[in-house]
């Protein structure tokens, strides 16, 4: 049965997908996924999206910089940011805290998070977070500051169950990924039964973050051998969540695809 699909979120720009893109991409309207919410994460990447999305039917795009890409930010990327989203009206991300790295990196994480929150209400904007290791800091600093005004993701959301009621309240869409295709991950597998269907995304953050796949399904490698993540493998999260939900696979396409234009009209 034909099924549409929206990736909530992947980085088309990345090197690693340029030389298969336009292969990709058929591969992605084969397996039926019609959309996809494609993130910029730092400055290099932004004068990228716009091209991307007139090539390619369907790409919506998001701008932002990742807390990976904080310490490195031009004198003028607030600047560069809000010319972007000028330019290109979408939505701010992928933006956040990742407390994996050095803790000498967490307060300059903060006030490049704050300001983009702030840039995002400013226009009205949605948002989509990376947190990792951070969930505590994060809800304690946006309690203080304030939460985006509009809806926002949770990419690849790695939070406990205990947590989705809470950030539900406070204006959250989850987005689950390939990691919850790994029966190991419990941890993903209770999150995700725990978020109601009108909460819920699905997204492939490709290149990062593939699914599992049986060995009969092709994959891209990278030189070194590594397997890189394209958007079709998204029906292997869809799968993966309607077991764990308990409903047809259908239904939760057409959930999710709603979902997500609801938050990105």
């Not at 099924?3 to 084969?30: G, I, S, V, W």
């Not at 989509?128 to 946006?142: D, K, P, Q, S, Y």
């Not at 790695?158 to 190991?184: H, K």
Request: glycine share 6%.
């Amino acid at each position: 049965m034909t099924m549409n699909l929206f990736d909530a979120h992947c980085h088309l720009q990345d090197e690693r997908l340029t030389p298969y893109l336009d292969a990709a991409m058929e591969r992605a309207a084969k397996a039926g996924v019609t959309d996809l919410m494609c993130c910029g994460s730092r400055e290099k990447d932004w004068p990228l999206l716009p091209g991307l999305a007139q090539r390619f039917p369907g790409v919506q795009l998001s701008f932002g910089l990742h807390p990976w890409y904080a310490g490195s930010r031009s004198e003028g990327w607030l600047d560069a940011l809000k010319a972007c989203l000028e330019d290109t009206p979408s939505s701010v991300g992928e933006i956040g805290l990742d407390h994996a790295l050095d803790k000498t990196t967490f307060t300059d994480q903060e006030t490049v998070l704050l300001a983009q929150i702030h840039l995002a209400n400013e226009r009205h904007l949605p948002v989509t977070f990376h947190c990792r290791r951070a969930w505590g800091r994060l809800v304690e600093l946006l309690d203080e500051t304030g939460w985006p005004a509009r809806r926002f993701v949770l990419h690849s959301y790695s939070g406990s169950v205990d947590l989705v009621q809470p950030l539900i309240r406070r204006g959250a869409f989850f987005s689950f990924s390939g990691a919850i295709t790994f029966e190991q991950n419990r941890k993903g597998r209770d999150a995700v039964a725990a978020v109601p269907l009108d909460y819920l995304l699905i997204e492939t953050d490709a290149p990062d973050l593939p699914p599992f796949l049986p060995p009969s399904v092709g994959r891209l490698l990278d030189s070194a051998g590594k397997a890189i993540n394209e958007p079709a493998h998204l029906t292997a999260v869809l799968t993966a969540v309607a077991k764990i939900k308990g409903i047809p696979e259908l239904e939760l396409a057409k959930t999710t695809v709603s979902n997500a234009q609801s938050l990105w009209p």
